[in-house]
Antibody, heavy 119, light 108 residues
Framework: QVYLVESGGGLVRTGGSLRLSCVGSGFSFSGDYMSWIRQAPGKGLEWISY????????YYADSVKGRFTVSRDNAKNSLYLQMNSLRADDTAVYYC????????????WGQGTLVTVSS | SYVLTQSPSVSVAPGKTARIPCGGNNLGSKSVQWYQQRPGQAPVLVIYYDGDRPSGIPERFSGSNSGNTATLTISRVEGGDEADYYC???????????FGGGTKLTVL
């Protein structure tokens, strides 16, 4: 059984930083792409980043590029999202998800962790 | 950047067929995924490769993709199908995943 568990969310001041974690189990973590997706309250899904299994290929959405950094530690089956210069519009539930290729989507998702940015 | 367009809402009576469209430029040349998201829950993949179903997804869920429109079809709709549905593609031009804005399915 595949499990993805996010943690690290919470309340942070505007301009502050936060680091999210996602631990995976039940699959070959180091072999799969991982992604972060967020959902603002009452809004739709927004893809924000992905990282290849080796960590050598990384892409970001324009909305977070230069402020957020994705990384992974395959020895710990862990995915991370370092979020800096946080703004009110970064308030959202943040999900991690797995995908195996670019034609079959995200087959497993975590339960999400809520990040609230407020002044 | 690539844009996927979905209608905000679709309504259907129980037992009938719901069709949820997703529009995009030359969408038929891409592989479309569909996700179901019930309130307070994480999204669940219900269709991939335009029309394939992951294990555990009922056969009532099917998908098609041609031209500029992909369609998620839910046959014999049940109350438990009431949810938000999102289409998604991989945009090779930007190397970005793209989601549609979502469609809220209401079961009357």
């Amino acid at each position: 059984q595949v499990y993805l568990v996010e943690s690290g969310g919470g309340l942070v001041r505007t301009g502050g930083s936060l680091r999210l974690s996602c631990v995976g189990s039940g699959f070959s973590f180091s072999g799969d792409y991982m992604s972060w997706i967020r959902q603002a309250p009452g809004k739709g899904l927004e893809w924000i980043s992905y990282i290849s299994g080796s960590g050598t290929t990384i892409y970001y959405a324009d909305s977070v590029k230069g402020r957020f950094t994705v990384s992974r530690d395959n020895a710990k089956n862990s995915l991370y999202l370092q979020m800096n210069s946080l703004r009110a519009d970064d308030t959202a539930v943040y999900y991690c998800a797995r995908f195996v290729n670019f034609w079959s989507g995200f087959d497993f998702w975590g339960q999400g962790t809520l990040v609230t940015v407020s002044s | 950047s690539y844009v996927l367009t979905q209608s905000p809402s679709v309504s259907v009576a129980p037992g009938k067929t719901a069709r949820i469209p997703c529009g995009g430029n030359n969408l038929g040349s891409k592989s479309v995924q569909w996700y179901q998201q019930r309130p307070g829950q994480a999204p669940v993949l219900v269709i991939y490769y335009d029309g394939d179903r992951p294990s555990g997804i009922p056969e009532r869920f099917s998908g098609s993709n041609s031209g500029n429109t992909a369609t998620l079809t839910i046959s014999r709709v049940e109350g438990g199908d009431e949810a938000d549905y999102y289409c998604q593609v991989w945009d090779t031009t930007s190397d970005h995943w793209v989601f549609g804005g979502g469609t809220k399915l209401t079961v009357l």
